[in-house]
T-cell receptor
Framework: KNQVEQSPQSLIILEGKNCTLQCNYTVSPFSNLRWYKQDTGRGPVSLTIMTFSENTKSNGRYTATLDADTKQSSLHITASQLSDSASYICVVSAGNQGGKLIFGQGTELSVKP | GAGVSQSPSNKVTEKGKDVELRCDPISGHTALYWYRQSLGQGLEFLIYFQGNSAPDKSGLPSDRFSAERTGGSVSTLTIQRTQQEDSAVYLC????????????FGSGTRLTVV
């Protein structure tokens, strides 16, 4: 069964600190993996997208890694800001699903001053 | 338009009533998807349209749910005889094609069935 699992479920950090969110997946055949940020009451916004051959991709203070062998991905946030408080969702696309995405449950990040 | 537009942004309806949710995708995007996000749950795939192909309806939870996409652009998700468990945020996304790249989500419609 195609699944995406994220950890931790929730995380509280102080402003300025770094954090790393984890994503494990069992999706086959794998096509690509994305990280989304979803602010409360808004639709998800894409942060990064990585294919099988990519190990790391950065978008400002966000850096995503992908290990296709162990089927793990991480999202590292550097020098967190209050505006980083949101839900971060790991999403995997299967190569035979015609565009259908498989979503993780998300990690709820709260950045405190 | 510049983004994916969904309307209404909020909808409160009585149990048993029918509702229609609208999605206006980015101009030129041939692929359109509907997802549902229930409280505390991840996003759940509902239906997928790609060009003129028959839609992938495999995610629709019951026959009370249906969706149309007219003229390859605007899509309407209809829920008949709404139930309280239908309460959720319904998200629409579009992409240039079914290549899995360049997904853009709308802000969603928050449906509350009372």
């Amino acid at each position: 069964k195609n699944q995406v699992e994220q950890s931790p479920q929730s995380l509280i950090i102080l402003e300025g600190k770094n954090c790393t969110l984890q994503c494990n997946y069992t999706v086959s055949p794998f096509s690509n993996l994305r990280w989304y940020k979803q602010d409360t009451g808004r639709g998800p916004v894409s942060l990064t997208i990585m294919t099988f051959s990519e190990n790391t991709k950065s978008n400002g203070r966000y850096t995503a890694t992908l290990d296709a062998d162990t089927k793990q991905s991480s999202l590292h946030i550097t020098a967190s800001q209050l505006s980083d408080s949101a839900s971060y969702i790991c999403v995997v696309s299967a190569g035979n699903q015609g565009g259908k995405l498989i979503f993780g449950q998300g990690t709820e990040l709260s950045v405190k001053p | 338009g510049a983004g994916v537009s969904q309307s209404p942004s909020n909808k409160v309806t009585e149990k048993g009533k029918d509702v229609e949710l609208r999605c206006d995708p980015i101009s030129g995007h041939t692929a359109l998807y509907w997802y549902r996000q229930s409280l505390g749950q991840g996003l759940e795939f509902l239906i997928y349209f790609q060009g003129n192909s028959a839609p992938d309806k495999s995610g629709l939870p019951s026959d009370r749910f249906s969706a149309e996409r007219t003229g390859g652009s605007v899509s309407t998700l209809t829920i008949q005889r709404t139930q309280q468990e239908d309460s959720a945020v319904y998200l629409c996304a579009s992409s240039l094609s079914a290549s899995n790249y360049g997904y853009t989500f709308g802000s969603g419609t928050r449906l509350t069935v009372v």
